[in-house]
């Protein structure tokens, strides 16, 4: 029994170092914060031509509490107030002001001082939450639902689009939420040649798939092991921790693949996490977890009326 406690502290120390291990590594080789390139001041990025990735994460002006499009930027300015920040910076529009609602809508630009030879550039966007319409030198892009507060439809999904562009670009993101955990944008958009943008695109999703393989097989294993002479309860621990990990990726990748909301996807979720709540009883602190994650999926869903 005392061997089986001291392999138990054991496997999880390992695998506590090796998850520490893994997260050092994305920190230090896919951090779009430290990247290497330049970075926006006060609204205003130059772009180089030397074909290389910018990832737009700083000093983005932006417009709190309202819609608008390059035309009203461009005549009515002065008439609204903006500041620069950061992505993520702020998990809602509420710009770290506990007495406004997380919600709402907000106005991001852009200004790219880009090289005199006509160019063909990509930007790639990730998850905005949870409406938005997108504006380059003036023109309406592309959009994703309706960003419309009173027209309002959410519509979630990573995006690519394209545009030609020489000496200077106007970005406008214009962005509407409504109930999702984190508003905005949380995730840096990527600029860069088409060809670069869809290689981040596409190692970013099979990063994803890789994941979820591992994190599918490892459950398969964990749940073998069972009559092996290893505790119930670390392979109870071992697989909910790997089946939440594939849940998060999972929903990553239906992001990447569609817009569209599915329904029973989302139901599931819950559903299989209250599976896990009441599995991870003989954890009483790791059941606390499991509730916390079911919490806040369905948050993604439902609304705080308070806010309505």
């Known amino acids: 029994m005392k061997k089986n406690w001291k392999y138990s502290l054991l496997l999880i120390a390992a695998v506590f170092a090796l998850a520490m291990g893994v997260f050092f590594l994305f920190y230090r080789f896919d951090n779009k914060y430290t990247a290497r390139g330049d970075q926006a001041i006060q609204g205003i990025l130059y772009v180089s031509d030397d074909d290389s990735v910018h990832y737009l994460a700083r000093e983005w002006e932006y417009y709190p509490d309202v819609l608008l499009t390059p035309q009203e930027i461009k005549e009515q300015k002065e008439d609204y107030y903006s500041r620069y920040v950061s992505i993520g910076e702020y998990g809602g529009m509420d710009m770290g002001d506990k007495n406004k609602s997380p919600f709402g809508s907000g106005t991001y630009r852009m200004t790219l001082v880009l090289p005199e030879k006509e160019k063909q550039y990509a930007i790639g966007l990730t998850e905005i939450f949870s409406a938005y319409k997108l504006y380059i030198n003036g023109e309406l892009m592309g959009q994703m ?26 970005i406008v993101i214009a962005v509407t939420d409504k109930h999702s ?22 190692l970013s999703l099979m990063i994803a798939v890789v994941f979820m393989a591992f994190t599918f097989f490892h459950s398969l294993h964990t749940i073998s092991c069972l009559g092996h002479g290893i505790s119930f309860k670390v392979c109870i621990f071992f697989n909910n921790i790997a089946n939440l990990v594939f849940i998060v990726y999972n929903q990553n990748m ?6 569209r909301r599915d329904f029973l996807f989302e139901f599931s979720l819950t559903q299989i996490c209250d599976i896990f709540l009441n599995i991870g009883k003989c954890f009483t602190d790791f059941s606390k977890y499991l509730l916390f994650f079911r919490l806040f999926s369905l948050q993604r869903e439902c609304s705080l009326l308070s806010y309505h």
Do not use: C, M, W
């Open 181 to 202: 955990v984190s508003s905005g944008i949380q995730y840096v958009p990527v600029l860069a040649s088409p060809f670069k943008v869809n290689i981040i695109r596409g």
């Open 254 to 259: 239906i992001h990447t693949i569609s817009s």
């Open 145 to 170: 639902g309706n960003p419309d507060p009173d027209n309002y439809q959410e519509q979630i999904q990573n995006r690519v689009f394209t545009f030609e562009g020489k000496e200077t670009a106007e």
